[in-house]
């Protein structure tokens, strides 16, 4: 059982939606040929909609979206947004209606390698279309015009009732709490460990983890899946609002370990170096990554432990989002 927070707001409620703790255990043939002592924490398996990292956001987000009353839930994402398929699946077990303005691309100086258009859909949209998540398809443009985009949606169904607007990613303070418990849940595992490494994008995973290491031997390396430097500062935000629930200081942007130099040619685009890494760890361990986040993640890994930056005991977050393997068209090299 988690410890009671002891800050000076009230410790937010879980809503079970996931078979908790995950499993954690020792990569034997990675640790063998890589020299050193390799984990992963398997947030692919909290047995929940294909799995991943927001089904622990969700839990303490669904707890604020149910006591607001709202019987419809809006959201925004990439089309093939993991965290829209598994709020989708959350809004199904409560009996909500779920509904998110996507667009294909939002990274559009990307070149986008594959469409999750409505036409033939895949990945994540074939399965948020079977949770009947109403998609909202918009042009191209960046996370600001998304988030507008989910701001109007909400305002539109207003006029039917009451609406919740769940943020871009599921990233709130209450999505950082999660990962918070998610770093003592770990270490009860495990105990001390060197590093974690995990991906990052919209930032409570790596807030919620960074917040819950600070002071101790462990450090936590976040790999961006997205190539905007502001990021930092924005998990940096979130800290001071994670702070006020837990506890302990925030972090200051220059204490986050967070590298920009594994996104390859862009947000929601699979790289080279990321694809290679799915490849290198399935063929050692028998485990799939995903190629926007874990795969990206785990190249990311790889390279740091290859200039010695990270050693020791290390564990590999894998944060889900296998789904993305089926619209990316990767297939292996050879
Ligand atoms: C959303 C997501 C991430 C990033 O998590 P954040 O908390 O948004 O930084 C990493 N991996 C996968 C598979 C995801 O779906």
Redesign the pocket.
Known sequence: MPNRPKGSLPAPLRTPLILLPTPCHRLNRASEELGIDLWIKRDDLTGFAFG???GRKLEYLMTEVLASGAKVVVTSGSADS??VRQLGAACAVRGLVCHAAVMENPYPEGKPLFHAGHKAPKGNVALGRILDVQYHLIPDGDWSVLEAASSNLAAELSNLGQVYEVPL?G?SVA?AYSFYLAGQELSSQLGDVDFVVT????????TGLAMYFQGSQTRVVGIS?DPEPEIVDDLSDLSGQLAELVDRPPLRPDQFNFHLSYVGPGYGVPSDAGNLAIEWLSRREGIFL?PI??GKAFSGLLDLVGRREVSGRIVFWH???LPALFSSGFAGTA
Do not use: P
């Open positions: 991943g990292n927001k993991n965290f990613g990233s999505g991906a990052s994008s919209s930032g409570s995973t790596q899946a995903d986040y874990s944060t889900g989002g």
